[in-house]
């Protein structure tokens, strides 16, 4: 067995990677960029070298910087892990050449695989099902329109190398082809520099079924089942679940051959993944990971195998440590993906996490990140992977819900509501999935909360006004013992309460709060009134705790987080976000009113559409930004001309800031 693992990635992967290798007693070394100096990835493995950059392209993505640091620090083999450089067959072969193993299947069957349109190829001479579709080399528009009509709108724009949704688009009619495949060549090219396209049929209703396989050098093929990854938004998984529930022993089977047809097709070794869609009567392959993926987690847990392991042990000319019958299914997992994004849009966020709790006691927590730890624009914005595991899908589908519950983050927005919205919805429950699930349910998944209830409002003021007089004089008992924080030293007068106004903001909509302290009530005067006991503070930290009330002659407590502007409470049902700078100010994320439009995110822009004198109409895309590898237009809501651009390509942008100036008006 190699002694020394570099291992080419960032984030949670490359911790989970690093946890077995140190299991099987192997050293490890981490690479870092500019932005990751000081990650998790890089305390959990005995050694780091920094690579420099920021961006993928300009350091996970750099053969020559991932190559001179295995040589600099001695390490046998590179373990890439999922994305960046797992599917390059350039670096496999860098490796070879540096005389360096990689964990990994052979360059050639990466080349292969990789390539979408080859792979389809190779799959319908092994006899594989294939969507109809076309895999060609011409690559001009005019010609893809052609071959679309041949087959039939809608069809899938979709880059040839690489997967997780980057570079893919739905094309309803020919009007609007051209857009689509010049925005995907754009994506493609940034995020796996190859901006070659592939167009296939758009099935409609489909599932996304893919079978794990593991191959070794002495000709041993196996699967470890399949998983059900129907579960979706802009085009990239978010809950996957094995065994794929609703399928037939007849249709599994079926699954099975063709797998282990397409991989004897192409003398694969090492960990792969073979994704299919299926309707109701047929299943199509539709491409090969030739890598790890994402949700290796719930293969692991119903097959009781550490997939990294057997990927290093393949590596190391070994053989497959089971034969096919000695491999067995337990019980059922289902994973949940936590994101830094927008629950209803899914636009990725990025900043500081502020407070995060896990729910390590509950499931199965893969995770790289931290309270205090930042979510940069430039890579993928995953808080968490959440795995839990049962005898069941309803017992497992539960205890997943329960975890995300339990799940805390605050300083910028995440998509647990919308999971817990998912895994509770009836078709979920049912697994009566299907790719367009989110899209189909979006009333019930993507819903927006009312503003919060005058109870969650009251406490709100209360904890910001207690943060501010915190600020600036020490009266908070040392011993936990909850004193009214304003006796005798704030907010107390001689001939009546204090008075206090506090601005609570929440999703953009102000409210002004007027609060009466007194010795141990508080009210609120407007703009509802209320009168409530003190409750009572148990501190966990400085900006952390639980409030402490007595309801009905029941103690009930509410975890917190706040700041002097900004309280969060942390409810089962909800995430409640007061935001309440010392002069509280609307924003909104698509413009700051009819003449100005705003960065709804931290980004990159790449491309600028219009210039000063440009007329557009409602609809016309402005200009395009980039963040976490996702492109973001910004379009027009309106018919005018374009008064001034204040950015250019390249330009790297921070949420709120005005990108251009518009007239609204009629054209000619």
């Keep these: 067995m190699f002694k020394k ?54 350091s996970y993505l750099e053969i020559d910087k991932v190559l001179s640091a295995a040589i600099e620090t001695a390490s046998d083999a590179i373990h890439p892990g999922y994305g960046f450089l797992s599917e390059n067959p350039v670096f496999a072969k860098e490796c070879a050449a540096a005389k360096i193993i990689f964990v990994g299947p052979p360059a050639t069957a990466i080349e292969v695989m990789g390539s979408k349109s080859k792979a389809k190829k190779l799959m319908e001479s092994a006899g594989v099902p294939l ?19 041949e087959i039939g709108f809608p069809v899938l724009v979709k880059a040839s190398a690489g997967g997780g949704g980057r570079g893919m688009r739905i094309v309803e009619s020919l009007d609007d082809l051209e857009t689509a495949v010049n925005s995907s060549k754009r994506e493609a090219k940034a995020a796996f520099s190859d901006d070659h396209l592939m167009l296939e049929k758009f099935i409609t209703e489909p599932r996304h079924i893919e079978v794990q396989i593991f191959a070794d050098e002495k000709g041993n093929i196996v699967h470890l089942f399949e998983r059900d990854c129907s579960v979706q938004r802009r085009y990239q998984k978010v809950i996957e679940e094995a065994p794929a529930p609703n399928l037939s022993i007849e249709t599994r089977k079926k699954l099975f051959d063709a797998a282990l047809a397409a991989v004897r097709a192409i003398n694969y070794v090492g960990a792969g993944t073979i994704e299919f869609i299926a309707d109701a009567n047929q299943f199509y392959f539709i491409e090969m990971n030739t890598r790890l993926q994402v949700e290796h987690s719930v293969t692991e847990a119903i097959s009781g195998i550490d997939l990294v392991e057997w990927q290093i042990r393949i590596a190391n000319g070994e053989r497959l440590p089971l034969s096919q019958e000695e491999i067995t299914q337990n019980g059922h997992a289902i994973e949940a993906r936590l994101y830094a994004e927008d629950s209803i849009t899914f636009q990725p966020q990025a900043g500081v996490i502020k407070h995060l709790k896990l729910p390590f006691d509950e499931v199965r927590v893969d995770t790289a990140v931290r309270s205090g730890d930042v979510v940069s624009i430039y890579y993928d914005p995953m808080i968490s992977k959440l795995t839990a595991h049962d005898a069941t899908r309803e017992l497992a589908r539960s205890k997943l819900l329960h975890a995300i519950e339990e799940t805390e983050i605050d300083g910028l927005e995440s998509n647990r509501q919308f999971l817990m919205y998912a895994l509770g919805h009836p078709k979920f429950k049912s697994a009566n999935l299907h790719t367009g699930f989110v899209e189909e349910n979006a009333n019930s998944l993507l819903k927006p909360d009312g503003y919060p209830d005058q109870l969650h409002q009251a406490l709100a003021a209360f904890l910001l006004l207690k943060q501010r007089f915190e600020e600036h004089m020490d009266i908070v008992d040392a011993h936990n013992k909850n004193p009214n924080p304003w006796d005798e030293k704030a907010g107390w007068r001689v001939n009546g309460p204090g008075l206090f106004e506090v601005d609570l903001s929440y999703n953009g909509e102000i409210k002004s709060c007027l609060v009466s302290i007194e010795k141990k009530h508080f009210q609120i005067l407007k703009p509802f009134k209320t009168k409530m006991l003190m409750p009572a503070i148990r501190w966990d930290s400085e900006n952390y705790g639980s409030l402490l009330r007595s309801v009905e002659t029941k103690n009930k407590s509410i975890n917190f987080y706040a700041d002097i502007e900004h309280v969060t409470f942390f409810l089962k049902e909800r995430t409640l976000s007061f935001a309440s700078p010392r002069k509280a100010t ?20 790449i491309s600028v559409n219009v210039r000063a004198g440009t007329e557009v109409t409602a609809g016309t895309t402005l200009v395009i930004l980039e963040a976490m590898k996702i492109e973001n237009p910004i379009r027009a809501t309106k018919s005018g001309v374009v008064e001034t651009v204040f950015f250019a390509e390249g330009d790297i942008v921070e949420e709120g800031e005005i990108l251009l100036k518009f007239t609204p008006g009629e054209i000619n």
Excluded: W
């Design 5 to 58: 693992l570099l291992i080419a990635n960032r984030g949670e992967i490359a911790c989970r990677i690093a946890a077995t290798a140190r299991r099987m007693g192997i050293r490890t070394v981490a690479i870092y960029s500019d932005v990751d100096r000081d990650g998790l990835h890089v305390e959990a493995c005995d050694e780091a070298v920094a690579i420099g950059g920021t961006s993928s392209a300009d």
């Design 131 to 149: 969507v109809p579709g076309y895999h060609g080399e011409e690559q001009e528009v005019s010609y893809l329109s052609q071959k679309a009509n």
């Design 586 to 605: 609307t924003s909104n994320t698509d413009a700051l009113d009819e003449t100005s439009f705003t960065a709804p995110m931290p980004a990159k822009i």
